[in-house]
């Protein structure tokens, strides 16, 4: 499926509020209230709607310490990496990414301690066998945080 100007322009009005409504959506792209629905149709089942979330304020869930955390794995076959890639899921692990360069994953963690860290780091990395060493940043303020993508 390729883009037009239509489809690019609903999906950035659908990432910064998917519940417009679909008359609304249709008057800003001056297309019928059916055409957009179809259109959004096609671009769920296309894959560039993978989900509709709503954004949630970690300060106010007491999630209020962010940490970057990269992590060296020990071993990177590829049995292990997907055993690492299993355990970086947990739900204190907002993202995890598997990169290049020194480190092999650059995590991002919301907690609501540093004690609650602590337990993690035993957990996650003092404890496991396939982690040779891991580096944290503390996040002073999240001056942006967003998951638009166009």
């Known amino acids: 499926m390729?883009?037009?100007n239509f489809d690019r322009t609903l999906l950035e009005?659908?990432?910064?509020d998917c519940q417009t409504p679909l008359r609304e959506l249709a008057?800003?792209?001056h297309l019928s209230t059916a055409s957009v629905q179809r259109r959004i149709q096609k671009l769920k089942s296309g894959g560039f709607i993978q989900a509709n979330v709503a954004v949630l304020d970690p300060d106010r869930l007491g999630q209020v310490i962010t940490l970057?955390?990269?992590v060296q794995a020990s071993?990177?076959?590829?049995a292990d990496l997907a055993l690492l890639k299993a355990q970086f899921s947990g739900?204190?692990?907002q993202q995890c990414y598997y990169v290049t360069g020194e480190a092999d994953f650059m995590l991002v963690l919301l907690v609501p301690s540093m004690s609650r860290f602590q337990e993690l780091c035993d957990t996650l990395f003092h404890n496991n066998p396939n982690v040779?060493?891991?580096?944290?940043?503390?996040v002073l303020d999240r001056v942006k945080t967003t998951l638009e993508v166009i």
């Open 68 to 70: 970057l955390v990269e």
């Open 91 to 93: 739900p204190e692990i």
């Open 2 to 4: 390729t883009l037009d």
């Open 13 to 16: 009005l659908l990432q910064k």
């Open 132 to 138: 040779k060493w891991f580096r944290t940043i503390v």
């Open 27 to 29: 008057e800003r792209v």
């Open 75 to 78: 071993k990177t076959h590829a």
